[in-house]
């Protein structure tokens, strides 16, 4: 009898110096849902939760690591992840993210899927990627 799964899910959280100018990514152009917002002292929002079918992503100020944990805010800034997500139809997503700068343009990789990176507005790196001959 198999063992139950030791991990049910995986949500980035993606620390920003500021949450609300990286929302409209995902909310405007890629069809996400803001389901919670925890502002700060300010007023700005400090967290969000943003959530598409069950795929899930954080944001959460740098401010707030630190006022929460100031060890686990200790470490280096900057990222060093890039979020690797797999599209059922890559041109849609080409499509929403017009206009986007792109850091890696549309290409077939050796592994094959064809894909394109751009920065999302806190600075993670981005790649959407379609297995090639699934459009």
Not at 30 to 39: D, I, M, Q
Not at 85 to 96: C, G, S
Request: with cysteine.
């Amino acid at each position: 009898m198999p063992s139950p799964a030791l991990v049910t899910r995986i949500t980035p959280v993606i620390f920003v110096d500021q949450v609300e100018p990286c929302l409209p990514f995902w909310v405007e152009r890629l069809g996400f849902t803001k389901v919670a917002e925890v502002p700060g002292p300010d007023g700005k929002p400090q967290f969000a939760l943003l959530v598409r079918d069950s795929i899930e992503v954080m944001y959460q100020t740098w401010a707030s690591l630190v006022a929460e944990s100031p060890a686990a805010a200790a470490g280096p800034r900057g990222h060093s992840i890039v979020l690797f997500i797999e599209v059922a139809n890559l041109d849609r997503v080409d499509q929403a993210l017009a206009g986007l700068p792109r850091v890696v343009e549309r290409h077939q990789t050796f592994y094959g899927m064809d894909e394109f990176s751009v920065r999302e507005p806190g600075g993670a790196l981005v790649t959407f990627a379609m297995k090639v001959g699934e459009a």
